[in-house]
Structure formats: structure tokens, C-alpha cells
């Protein structure tokens, strides 16, 4: 038995020994009857994974810490690089896609988590030679300078004009706030996006 705090002999490390040894003692010991509980975990080498990428089904073989972005730049054949990772930490939303058509960053997206899901990324908008409305819309209204953000803040806005097709401009506003354009041209993509309209969920 510990002793108490007004007992001679009494320190904290024969204390903090103690309290220690009571968890041990408690995390073992398990009520009768009680199962003993098992993990199935994967990897940590690759393991199979099916994506549903723009409507097609992508088998990769890959690291379960593989992010979305890197499984569809660095391991899909051919690679989608549409996407772009920009600063690597979900904070510039270059890398944006859409997941049941909610806008993630890809790249602090596992892959391995996105299974039976529908994926859209920036490689799948166009049709052929004909651009999706947004894509147009971005050229029309010159809503880019280098280009780097361009995708994810295009996927931002096909989620932002699914769900909103005729947004406010406080709705615009909020449905990009996770894109950052380093460049500046904030006045442009807000040009851009306000003048499309009747944009289907794809």
C-alpha cells in the first residue's frame, strides 16, 4: 500500500510507481468471459486497393500510407497529374478532388480510406476537346497566372456549383475559403465562377 501524503516516507515516486503498476495490473487482467479482441490490420507493405476514379475503376497495389494524390499522380498508369500538391500539409488546397462530391484535400486523404467512393478529379472534367463550363469559364475570365492552384480551385468550384447552381457571392466566397491562389487572382475566379450557370451534379 502507498502511503499517504502525511506519513513519513511518503514520495512521490513510490506514488507515481504505484499508480503505474495498478494500470498495468488493470490493462491485463480482463473480466470473465470477456473476448479477447483482434485487429485486422494491413501493411505495412502494399495491399490491394480499388478506386473509383472519374467513373473508372483504378486496381493499385500500394502502401496503405499512401495519400489519394500520391496514388494518382505516382502509382496510376497512366499518372493523373491534373492535381497539384502544393504546400503538402491541407492548408493551400491545390491538390482539391471531389469524394462523393464533397471537395478533400487529396493530400491528406489515404487512399486506402476512399474505397467505394466516387472520385473526381481535375483529368476527368473535360469531355474529349470540350471543357467542362468551370474550365471554360476560368479561360474566359483569364482566372489564372502560373496555373499551379488552378485545379483544385476548379474542383472547389464544380463542388461549390453542384451544390449551389446559382451561388451568392457570400456562397462563393465560403465554398472557396480552402483555395489559396499565390498569385492574387482572387477577383478573376470570382468572375469566373459567377458567370456559370445551370452546372448539373456530374
Same mark, same amino acid.
Given at each position: 500500500?502507498?502511503?499517504?501524503?502525511?506519513?513519513?516516507?511518503?514520495?512521490? +515516486?513510490?506514488? *507515481?510507481?504505484?499508480?503505474?503498476?495498478?494500470?498495468?495490473?488493470?490493462?491485463?487482467?480482463?473480466?470473465?468471459?470477456?473476448?479477447?479482441?483482434?485487429?485486422?490490420?494491413?501493411?505495412?507493405?502494399?495491399?490491394?486497393?480499388? *478506386?473509383?476514379? &472519374?467513373?473508372?475503376?483504378? $486496381?493499385?497495389?500500394?502502401?496503405?500510407?499512401?495519400?489519394?494524390?500520391?496514388?494518382?499522380?505516382?502509382?496510376?498508369?497512366?499518372?493523373?497529374?491534373?492535381?497539384?500538391?502544393?504546400?503538402?500539409?491541407?492548408? @493551400?488546397?491545390?491538390?482539391?478532388?471531389?469524394?462523393? &462530391?464533397?471537395?478533400?484535400?487529396?493530400?491528406?486523404?489515404?487512399?486506402?480510406?476512399?474505397?467505394?467512393? $466516387?472520385? +473526381? &478529379?481535375?483529368?476527368?472534367?473535360?469531355?474529349?476537346?470540350?471543357?467542362?463550363?468551370?474550365?471554360?469559364?476560368?479561360?474566359?475570365?483569364?482566372?489564372?497566372?502560373?496555373?499551379? @492552384?488552378?485545379?483544385?480551385?476548379?474542383?472547389?468550384?464544380?463542388?461549390? *456549383?453542384?451544390?449551389?447552381?446559382?451561388?451568392?457571392?457570400?456562397?462563393?466566397?465560403?465554398? *472557396?475559403?480552402?483555395?489559396?491562389?499565390?498569385?492574387?487572382?482572387?477577383?478573376?475566379?470570382?468572375?469566373?465562377?459567377?458567370?456559370?450557370?445551370?452546372?448539373?451534379?456530374?
Amino acid at each position: 500500500m502507498p502511503k499517504r501524503k502525511d506519513e513519513p516516507g511518503f514520495s512521490r +515516486r513510490s506514488f *507515481l510507481k504505484t499508480v503505474g503498476a495498478s494500470g498495468v495490473a488493470a490493462g491485463v487482467l480482463k473480466a470473465p468471459g470477456a473476448e479477447a479482441q483482434t485487429v485486422n490490420a494491413v501493411g505495412p507493405g502494399a495491399v490491394p486497393v480499388t *478506386l473509383n476514379v &472519374n467513373g473508372q475503376a483504378l $486496381r493499385l497495389s500500394i502502401e496503405p500510407r499512401v495519400t489519394l494524390l500520391d496514388a494518382l499522380r505516382m502509382h496510376a498508369n497512366p499518372p493523373q497529374t491534373g492535381n497539384k500538391r502544393g504546400c503538402d500539409r491541407g492548408a @493551400c488546397g491545390a491538390c482539391t478532388m471531389l469524394v462523393d &462530391n464533397r471537395p478533400v484535400y487529396a493530400c491528406s486523404t489515404l487512399a486506402i480510406e476512399v474505397q467505394g467512393k $466516387r472520385i +473526381r &478529379n481535375v483529368d476527368g472534367l473535360a469531355s474529349g476537346d470540350r471543357l467542362h463550363p468551370v474550365q471554360q469559364a476560368f479561360c474566359e475570365k483569364d482566372a489564372l497566372m502560373c496555373g499551379f @492552384c488552378t485545379p483544385g480551385f476548379i474542383m472547389a468550384s464544380v463542388g461549390l *456549383l453542384e451544390k449551389h447552381p446559382n451561388p451568392t457571392p457570400d456562397q462563393i466566397k465560403k465554398g *472557396l475559403d480552402g483555395n489559396i491562389c499565390r498569385c492574387g487572382t482572387f477577383n478573376r475566379i470570382f468572375e469566373a465562377v459567377s458567370s456559370v450557370k445551370g452546372v448539373q451534379r456530374g
